[in-house]
């Protein structure tokens, strides 16, 4: 049982390179998000997903997309970087409404 | 939507000493309110977790308490020891998928 995994663990973009964090758990799972986790600031939601096949937009969604195919995977696409997405991505799952969050471990991401 | 606000963001105590960190939110159709503890390099992993039906919920060292009335809650760990140095967040949701979390409580424990 791996929980939630997250890869890669870190990454170098050019500004307006596009790529794809992915994510992954094993859980069973019907709730899955995104946040990203900026120096000094909590953590912000940029998407989240009720089950597959249904998502929505968090507090920041602007300049990512996701999509929920499967249960298990949630994948985050950056579309065109910019330095201000320079962050650290979480991606997190958890089992109802009121359960808590299972979050991974974690994508450095660096956009120059 | 929800906020949240969390005091405060330092603070360091002597091993044995307790820590308490308080957040307040802003929304009160908020039920669920989880404390996450992140330590270098990981994600935040709960700790303890109350919901709006409950005051008070307390596991071996470390206790939450929540004031609907004030819309506040906190966290409280006593004899606090070394391995409890980590950034500690507060969370508030209708929805546990929707959290919205405090900035963060840095919390040193000097041995």
């Known amino acids: 049982n791996a929980g939630v995994t997250q890869t890669p663990k870190f990454q170098v973009l050019k500004t307006g390179q596009s790529m794809t964090l992915q994510c992954a758990q094993d859980m069973n799972h019907e709730y899955m998000s995104w946040y990203r986790q900026d120096p000094g600031m909590g953590l912000r939601l940029i998407h989240y997903?009720?089950?597959?096949?249904?998502?929505d937009q968090g507090e920041v969604p602007n300049g990512y997309n996701v999509s929920r195919s499967t249960t298990e995977d949630f994948p985050l696409r950056l579309l065109s970087a910019a330095p201000s997405q320079t962050s650290v991505y979480f991606c997190?799952?958890?089992?109802?409404?009121?359960?808590?969050?299972?979050f991974g471990n974690g994508t450095r991401l660096t956009v120059t | 939507g929800e906020n949240v606000e969390q005091h405060p963001s330092t603070l360091s105590v002597q091993e044995g000493d307790s820590a308490v960190i308080k957040c307040t939110y802003s929304d009160s159709a908020s039920n669920y309110f989880p404390w996450y503890k992140q330590e270098l390099g990981k994600g935040p992993q709960l700790i303890i977790d109350?919901?709006?039906?409950?005051g008070e919920k307390k596991d071996q060292r470390i206790a939450v308490t929540l004031n609907k009335t004030a819309k506040h809650f906190s966290l409280h760990i006593t004899e606090t020891q070394p391995e409890d140095s980590a950034v500690y967040f507060c969370?508030?949701?209708?929805?546990?998928?929707?959290?919205?979390f405090g900035d963060g409580t840095t919390l040193t424990v000097k041995p």
């Open positions: 997190a799952s958890s089992y109802s409404r009121e359960s808590p969050l299972h």
């Open positions: 997903s009720v089950g597959a096949g249904i998502t």
């Open positions: 969370a508030a949701s209708k929805n546990a998928g929707k959290s919205t």
């Open positions: 109350i919901r709006s039906n409950v």
